[in-house]
């Protein structure tokens, strides 16, 4: 157990709806990462939030959005969903400072399909 | 941007033989050089990681090396077990995993491994 947790882990949806997946750190950990992985793509990196802040921006599209709240978990928005958004959505954390060796810590995922 | 290439995407193995999965990146900024695992259903787990300081690293079966000429990093498992069995990724990144960067993640290599 990485101490990260999703939900929901399975999420079934349409084209054209909106849904919200939500990510709690590991306890102290201030940095919340975002991935999204697919079969043909692998594992890329979408967004990171530091402490409420973003960070880091990586290949997020502009229907997604995130944010990280005063308690630190986090959600990922995803609207407008077309079928191509099917994927498995991992939320990470790490430790900061002295204590940050690099390891990101992955929860179990969030299956998104659209139908 | 940085980009990694992972090869093979499969490999099949007999137990107790060695496993070798190589990866190359693009930026030679990159310093940072993890290698994750991925059970089924699982979110992906660190095994080991090297940074561009050092050539070599070993934690008991499992060992990575560095060649920073040639932008090409490897993981080498020895004495395979059926436990091995798993998609593994390389990663590369300019910081840690944490607030200094982000990973950019190869392809994936599913291991297959033969009792």
């Known amino acids: 157990d990485s101490g990260v947790t999703q939900t929901p882990k399975h999420l079934i949806t349409a084209t054209g709806q909106r849904v919200t997946l939500r990510c709690s750190p590991r306890?102290?950990?201030?940095?919340v990462y975002w991935y999204q992985q697919s079969l043909d793509q692998g594992l890329q990196f979408l967004i990171q939030?530091?402490?409420?802040?973003?960070?880091a921006k990586g290949n997020i599209l502009e229907r997604f959005s995130a944010q990280q709240f005063p308690d630190l978990h986090s959600e990922l928005n995803l609207s407008s969903l077309e079928l191509g958004d099917s994927a498995l959505y991992f939320c990470?954390?790490?430790?900061?400072?002295?204590?940050?060796?690099?390891?990101?810590?992955f929860g179990e995922g969030s299956r998104l399909t659209v139908l | 941007g940085e980009n990694v290439e992972q090869h093979p995407s499969t490999l099949s193995v007999q137990e107790g033989d060695s496993a070798v999965i190589k990866c190359t990146y693009s930026?030679?900024?990159?310093?940072?050089f993890p290698w994750y695992k991925q059970e089924l259903g699982k979110g992906p787990q660190l095994i080991i990681d090297?940074?561009?300081?050092?050539g070599e690293k070993k934690d008991q079966r499992i060992a990575v090396t560095l060649n920073k000429t040639a932008k090409h990093f490897s993981l080498h498992i020895t004495e395979t077990q059926p436990e091995d069995s798993a998609v593994y990724f390389c990663?590369?990144?300019?910081?840690?995993?944490?607030?200094?960067?982000?990973?950019?993640f190869g392809k994936g290599t599913k291991l297959s491994v033969k009792p």
């Open positions: 939030y530091y402490n409420g802040e973003e960070r």
């Open positions: 090297i940074r561009s300081n050092v």
């Open positions: 990470a954390s790490s430790s900061q400072g002295a204590a940050n060796t690099g390891e990101l810590f």
């Open positions: 990663a590369a990144s300019k910081g840690y995993g944490g607030s200094q960067g982000n990973l950019i």
């Open positions: 930026d030679s900024a990159s310093n940072y």
């Open positions: 306890s102290g950990d201030l940095s």
